[in-house]
């Protein structure tokens, strides 16, 4: 039987596709694994086509962009953003929102001038800072647009004064964004796109080639722009695992119907955190992530015995990050809103017993 | 029908990994794709922990070191070995035997100074340098042991004055190797470990920690040896099924097996090379390759009849590097003896009909 996978990454992936990836993981041409093709090989090449084709589709991204596909995670793209576009004497402006900003300041700083514009450290970041100054004089305005561990989002990206970068790891695919504010979007896979051990990189070109400083090739953009993400032998069953996740992204309305998705999924579990006297959200309700639902029970000697429940009912992954506590219900792209309504239940159920 | 797999990197895989690779792409375990599970799970965590200690067994890893499974391929180590351990009045010594121990000293003189001790780029890298001095000051003598382009293979490491650091992308795990000698071994695992996507390094754990430089949280490999490869989410499919692998070879007899296994492959193959009178060998015969062999029909007007009765033949991958020409048969551990066999038959078939 099938759980309900409320991961938050590596994280659910839908179900079609897993069964392709299976069914190529063993045979895919010429009787070979695609797991044992080359990198060069035809089929190789047409999967990463239309990998960047249907990326370049389902976000609209302009032509003056480029899509890469990287390895090394987010966590490699919070030094190499830096490494790439900030010049030794330049200022970057970051929001720090949380564990994952908080690690891109970190490495920002050993390139170039950071200014925390703002922060929501003091509330344990269950908000999302929004009025501050961006100043006039910063090289790009760096933001995590979903929280994973504290559960907030940002809703609007609105009219931004400065160019934007922005980590999208954990929502990129989940709604419509105009690219073309964006200097630089990057995403771990591992999310709403695919298998852990891609990066996605969508790079406006003509940002690069102005700094000073020597950048090891495999570091610059340029070089996997010059190669279309082959430069070296790239993570080639990932990235087919993400194009069989961006086939079915397409075959299910893109990111429009995706949006739509997950908003109805939101809704009703915050709706049910809201209505259940035992429970309540930990994020500030207007900044509350349609991705990453993070609660807790306000008798929290209870948490074990929620959590029981919870595995008794097949739900997997469900416990909050330590820095949180409590619980954190990921509900990304791929997963039904039957799994959502069998949580729903589950807390329901938990209230008759317990309430 | 399942091909005769030659291709260099990515490369062939055993059958039976690869039925269980795609088992486990679909369902692992609670019913969810390995895919989609947690890298802090603890069926993921004892993934991670028994690929650690099976390359431990199999390579006779000192206690001293670490084994790591990291991203971004050879071409990656190329700048992070001299960025951790390479100070920046310090030299380093590099033998240069073809493509990518070019590009690896074109990294390390970002950080330090390179001493190029020999080179074989004057016969177009077709041997291994061996009589060249090694100062006594150098901080780390860098060598290539395996060339996928060239088909040249250092057969004996000896006892070097000085520290190693090798490169060994495309033979490790085919022979027995002494891992004392080496600061750091690095091998892209998409050859004999498992697919594209994982980066293996074995590092001597005191080496580091001495360069005053800047590294980049994600650079150093202190990082990651405190976290046990997840200090960020790491690639977690392809090192399931890089400890598939590791599996199939420990009950393969190990290393010794294989050293066994690829002996009597080489030797079928050369020996064919040697004695048809239409082929011959592009490298150096005492420098030849045991994973990648290169040869090259004395007529080469007749390239393109032998790679269409390859291809008629289900071999795959057989055609040269463009910088090299010919061809090429890589014949790495997962490599079966008898499809060895069918590219001998088809050389002998081949001199039949246009000797």
């Not at 890469?68 to 576009?85: D, E, W």
């Not at 100054?133 to 910063?138: G, H, L, Q, R, Y």
Request: charged share 20%; glycine share 8%; hydrophobic share 40%.
């Amino acid at each position: 039987m099938k759980s309900h996978n409320f991961y938050a990454g590596p994280a659910i992936l839908p179900q079609e596709v897993l069964v392709e990836a299976s069914s190529s993981a063993l045979r895919y041409e010429d009787g070979l694994s695609i797991m044992e093709m080359s990198h060069r090989s035809k089929p190789l090449a047409a999967v990463f086509e239309e990998a960047e084709r249907l990326i370049g589709e389902l976000l609209d991204v302009p032509d003056d962009y480029k899509v890469l596909f990287l390895t090394g995670g987010a966590s490699s793209q919070f030094y190499m953003v830096p490494m790439n576009i900030l010049g030794a004497n330049q200022t970057a402006g970051y929001v720090d929102t949380g564990a994952w900003s908080t690690k891109a300041i970190k490495e920002a700083k050993m390139f170039g001038n950071v200014n925390v514009l703002a922060s929501s450290k003091d509330a344990n970041f269950n908000y999302i800072p929004k009025d501050y100054e961006v100043p006039s004089d910063i090289r790009y305005l760096h933001l995590t647009s979903n929280n994973t561990i504290f559960g907030t989002q940002i809703q609007d990206f609105g009219n931004p004064s400065a160019r934007l970068v922005c980590d999208m790891s954990s929502d990129i695919f989940s709604r419509r964004i105009d690219v073309s504010k964006f200097d630089i979007i990057y995403a771990g896979a591992q999310k709403n796109l695919g298998p852990s051990g891609v990066t996605l990189c969508i790079v406006k070109k003509d940002i690069l080639g102005k700094v000073e400083r020597t950048i090891p090739t495999m570091l610059n953009y340029e070089t996997h722009i010059g190669k279309d993400s082959m430069f070296n032998t790239p993570p080639t069953f990932p990235v087919y695992v993400c194009l069989l996740t961006l086939r079915w992204l397409v075959k299910n309305g893109g990111v429009a119907g995706m949006e739509k998705r997950n908003q109805a999924k939101a809704d009703l579990l915050y709706g049910e955190i809201d209505r259940n006297p035992l429970f309540k959200g930990t994020a500030v309700a207007e900044d509350r992530s349609k991705m990453n639902v993070c609660f807790e029970l306000i008798d929290d000697s209870k948490n074990e015995a929620f959590l029981a429940a919870a595995a008794e009912a097949n739900c997997i992954g469900l416990k909050g990050h330590r820095s949180v506590g409590g619980f954190r219900a990921s509900i990304y792209n791929a997963l039904d809103i039957e799994s959502v309504q069998v949580l729903v239940n589950l807390m329901q159920n938990f209230e008759k017993k317990h309430g």
